[in-house]
């Protein structure tokens, strides 16, 4: 059966008020299961809200991250005008910002019938499939969540799409980080997702050129929508 989400395409919003946001919609799902303890989907009801997002340049960690893989200080954050917050999903520290598809998924797991680990293999296969829709194979590191280019050569390896979660009651938000045409130069900063040994890159950094954004946020959203069985109503 297909699952009814709402989408919103945030356009650039901050960092902090599209978290605000994102809790919002997250209290509403909860407050519906309490309402309805069995999970089980009404007619009508939504399985959840998809938002897409660019951010400003940002950097968050997440609750089991270690602040030292931030490599610079409160000054040079205000140089290079970034923001910075520890925040509530798991994973460590990763960067946001603009030429990036920024996707949070809000989703009631319980109506897709999904854990929370074929839920993130979920987001990775519809970025994979979306890859390789533009000529680049893509797939996954047993040992790191995301989306990798050469997962299986230790010195090419290098990461097109972060992970990161929060789940309770099996309602998820946060979500992932698919760098499109990124600044990649943000991520010398860091050690992205706590790897000291593991590159990062963007669609841009592959072609060699700047990508249509919009043409892979569209057919991101088809193959999210294909991967989840669910149907994309646009508010």
Not at 49 to 73: D, Q, R
């Amino acid at each position: 059966m297909s699952k009814t989400v709402t989408f919103q395409d945030l356009g650039s919003a901050d960092y902090k008020k599209t978290w605000e946001y994102q809790e919002e919609l997250f209290n509403k799902i909860l407050e519906e299961k309490l309402a309805s303890p069995t999970g089980k989907e009404k007619s009508g009801s939504l399985a959840g809200y998809l938002l897409f997002v660019e951010h400003p340049h940002v950097y968050t960690l997440g609750k089991s991250g270690a602040e030292n893989n931030l490599l610079i200080n409160p000054g040079f954050l205000k140089k290079i005008g970034a923001d910075y917050y520890r925040i509530d999903r798991g994973g460590d520290i990763t960067y946001h910002g603009p030429g990036q598809i920024v996707g949070y998924p809000i989703f009631n797991l319980e109506i897709f019938g999904l854990g929370i680990k074929q839920y993130i293999q979920n987001l990775e296969e519809a970025i994979i499939r979306t890859l390789a829709e533009f000529g680049i194979p893509a797939s996954r590191l047993p040992s790191a969540s995301g989306v990798w280019l050469d997962p299986d050569n230790p010195v090419r390896a290098r990461k097109i799409c972060a992970i990161g979660v929060r789940a309770s009651r099996h309602v998820t938000m946060h979500g992932f980080a698919f760098n499109v045409n990124t600044d990649l130069s943000y991520f010398s900063h860091i050690n992205p997702c706590g790897l000291k040994d593991k590159g990062v890159t963007s669609m841009e950094k592959e072609f060699g050129q700047k990508q249509d954004i919009n043409n892979v946020r569209e057919r991101l959203k088809i193959n999210l929508s294909s991967v989840f069985q669910m149907e994309l109503i646009q508010n």
